[in-house]
């Protein structure tokens, strides 16, 4: 572990964690993919989650979702426990997942005001907020164009404002940007930027992709499973000894720069 344990513990108004993690651990038989693994993010912060292939991110997006049981350890999210108070906790945070979940025969607005009516959103409401949500993601104009008929960046905008139909305070995104153009990945990037800074959402990014770092992010790295170092990017390179952060991650990975990918494929 690097010199750098950052444990959130409340801002000036001592307001509680958007996310905190203690203690998880979690395995599939025999192979253990999590080891008790500990942190907490801020309300209002972008966090990136780093970690290569296999680290553990995905395992800790399904624990945190609740589609897998925390058996060991305990996540809460703005307070409410995942496993006491699910409800209350999944209300808080809209997630996009690494997989397209959209329906490909739908359209645009399809999807999405099915999803809002999941959440108990219909009528004038859902149709303001659609509207509102498309502008944010850029996609104004597109609702009733087939989700088939989208390219994967469009198709993961919708997804993103999917995901904040019913006006989470956190976010969490796995690999969201996997497998689009430069240029593609750098306008979803900016415009999760811009929630946090504008609508002062929280936000997890787990990546594999150094250059999506910035030096003002905080960062929790994983490695096979375990935490490997938890604090501000800036903290973490000092930490590290480097001189930045794409040298920290090797250094913490200890495989030179090998499998640190800067360009989508
Ligand atoms: N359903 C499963 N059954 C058995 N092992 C699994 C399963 N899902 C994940 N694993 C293992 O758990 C470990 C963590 O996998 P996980 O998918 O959480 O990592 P990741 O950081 O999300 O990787 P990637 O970037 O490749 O998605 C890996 O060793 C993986 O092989």
């Known amino acids: 572990m690097i010199g750098v344990q950052h444990v959130w513990t409340g801002g000036p108004g001592n307001e509680v964690a958007a996310l905190d993690v203690a203690g998880v651990s979690h395995s599939y038989g025999s192979k253990r993919a999590l080891n008790n693994v500990s942190f907490s993010i801020a309300p209002a912060t972008f966090t990136v989650l780093l970690g290569l292939n296999g680290a553990g991110k995905t395992t800790l997006f399904s624990l945190i979702s609740h589609l897998y049981d925390t058996r060991h350890g305990s996540i809460r999210i703005f307070g409410h426990d995942i496993r006491r108070a699910s409800g209350e906790a999944l209300r808080c945070v809209g997630i996009v997942f690494q997989a397209r979940t959209?329906?490909?025969?739908?359209s645009v607005y399809q999807n999405l005001s099915y999803h809002a009516s999941l959440h108990g959103i219909g009528g004038r409401e859902a149709r303001q907020r659609i509207a509102t949500l498309l502008e944010t993601v850029d996609m104004r104009g597109r609702e009733h164009d087939k989700a088939r008929s989208l390219s994967g960046g469009q198709m993961r905008r919708i997804e993103i404002a999917r995901a904040l139909l019913h006006r989470p305070s956190l976010l969490l995104l796995d690999e969201a940007t996997v497998g689009l153009d430069i240029q593609s990945r750098a306008g979803i990037l900016a415009t999760i930027r811009r929630l946090v800074d504008t609508e002062g959402i929280g936000v997890l990014w787990a990546t594999?992709?150094?250059?999506?770092?910035?030096?003002?992010?905080?960062?929790?790295?994983?490695?096979?499973?375990?935490?490997?170092a938890s604090g501000t990017v800036s903290d973490l390179i000092q930490a590290s000894g480097t001189g930045s952060i794409r040298d920290a991650f090797s250094k913490l990975n200890r495989s030179g720069t090998a499998g640190i990918a800067e360009i989508s494929p």
């Open 208 to 228: 594999h992709l150094i250059d999506e770092v910035e030096d003002g992010d905080h960062a929790v790295v994983l490695r096979q499973g375990n935490l490997v």
């Open 102 to 106: 959209l329906d490909l025969d739908l």
